[in-house]
Each structure stands twice: as C-alpha cells, then as structure tokens.
C-alpha cells in the first residue's frame, strides 16, 4: 500500500496530506484554540473518538505520510478540546 496504483490515487494522497500538514501548522500550533461548542460536546463521547481514532488508522493504512498527519491532528484536537472540557 506504500506506492500509488495510479496518478489520481497520489495526487489524493498528497492532497490530504497538505490539508492536513495545514490544519496542523494553522491550528494546532496555537495552544487552546477555541473549538466550536458542538465539536467540543461530541469529542466527550467516547464513541466519536474511537471513530477519529479508527480514521487515524485507516488513514494511515492508505498512506503513512497521510496517516502521521492525521494522527497530529488528532492528538492535538484532543489535547485542546480535553483542555475546554475541564474549563467548562
């Protein structure tokens, strides 16, 4: 799974890559982003962050690159969106 099979399968791969590498610089750079309220609530429920959890893993199953971005998103939306819940 590490090659492309094809032109469109890596450009979607670099694709998602970039978006994410730019949430990542944009946002979780910047320590206690304020998240949307509705975000914050669902990110409480355990079965959401098993499903973001198993988009981290299928996304890196896909492709690692994409997968090692996708996981820095994910830990630092939950260190941020943790940190709104013990505010509230």
């Not at 590490?2 to 610089?25: C, M, Q």
């Not at 981290?56 to 994910?74: D, E, F, H, K, R």
Request: proline fraction near 6%; include cysteine.
């Amino acid at each position: 799974m590490l090659e492309p099979s094809d032109k469109v399968d890596g450009y979607l791969r670099l694709t998602a890559a970039i978006l994410l590498f730019a949430f990542n610089v944009l946002l979780a750079t910047n320590i206690e982003t304020p998240f949307p309220s509705l975000l914050v609530e669902a990110y409480s429920i355990p079965l959401t962050r098993i499903a973001l959890l198993t988009l981290v893993l299928l996304s890196a199953y896909w492709c690692p690159s994409v997968g090692i971005m996708a996981a820095l998103a994910y830990v630092s939306l939950g260190s941020d969106v943790l940190f709104f819940l013990n505010k509230q």
